[in-house]
Every structure is written in C-alpha cells, then in structure tokens.
Nanobody
Framework: QVQLEESGGGLVQAGGSLRLSCAAS????????MGWFRQAPGKERECVAA????????YYVNSVKGRFSISRNNAESTVYLQMSSLKPEDTAVYYC????????????????????WGQGTQVTVSS
C-alpha cells in the first residue's frame, strides 16, 4: 500500500502562487499514476490535475488550465502541483492520490480510479 504525504499548503493572497508536494513511500513510484484532487466545503471532490506514471500525459480541469502545472520526479517519488494566479475559488483541501497503472501513458481523473489517498493539505486564497 502506497503511503502519501502532502505538504506546501497555506494562506496566500489572490494572484499568488503555491507549490504542493506529495511524497510517496512503500512502493515503486514509477508504477503509479498520480492525481491531485480538491474538495471545498459543501462541494464534491474534484480532480484538478493528473499525470501518467511516465509523466508524458497530463490532465487539467478547465478551471485551472493555464494556471496549474502537475509534474513528477520518479527518482524522488514525488509529485508536484504548481499553482499560480490563485483565486479565492481555489480555496479547498487538496489531496494527492495514487493508483497502480499497467499502462505508462494512462491518466485517471475519477475519484473511484484511485485507491490511495493522502491526508490533505489546506489551501486558502484570500481576496
């Protein structure tokens, strides 16, 4: 079972930037596709970005395209989410998720696609 630990959340003003990190342990990281999800109060958890296990394919929800960037370092077993031009509506708890993938280029964006989750990190964007 993969263990995931997020870091990098915090309070930032609108227009600012944050970089979230998710460190994985206990598994061969390069065998896992990764995703970043967020959940705001009263809303469903949504996938904001996802990346294939080889890093070659990515997915972004429309609301973050051009502002967020997902990347991974398989040698360090870490996935990142660089967030720029942050808006108050980006305020949420952000979760890292992992799933073992047989296909190196597949990207997954459903909550049911993942079976390992981090504890979450709060991102608050003030106006």
């Amino acid at each position: 079972q993969v263990q995931l630990e997020e870091s990098g959340g915090g309070l930032v003003q609108a227009g600012g930037s944050l970089r979230l990190s998710c460190a994985a342990s206990g598994v061969m990281f390069s065998s896992y596709a990764m995703g970043w999800f967020r959940q705001a109060p009263g809303k469903e958890r949504e996938c904001v970005a996802a990346i294939a296990r080889n890093g070659g394919n990515t997915y972004y929800v429309n609301s973050v395209k051009g502002r967020f960037s997902i990347s991974r370092n398989n040698a360090e077993s870490t996935v990142y989410l660089q967030m720029s031009s942050l808006k108050p509506e980006d305020t949420a708890v952000y979760y890292c998720a992992a799933r073992r993938s047989a296909f190196s280029g597949n990207v997954y964006r459903g909550t049911n696609d993942y079976n390992s989750w981090g504890q979450g990190t709060q991102v608050t964007v003030s106006s």
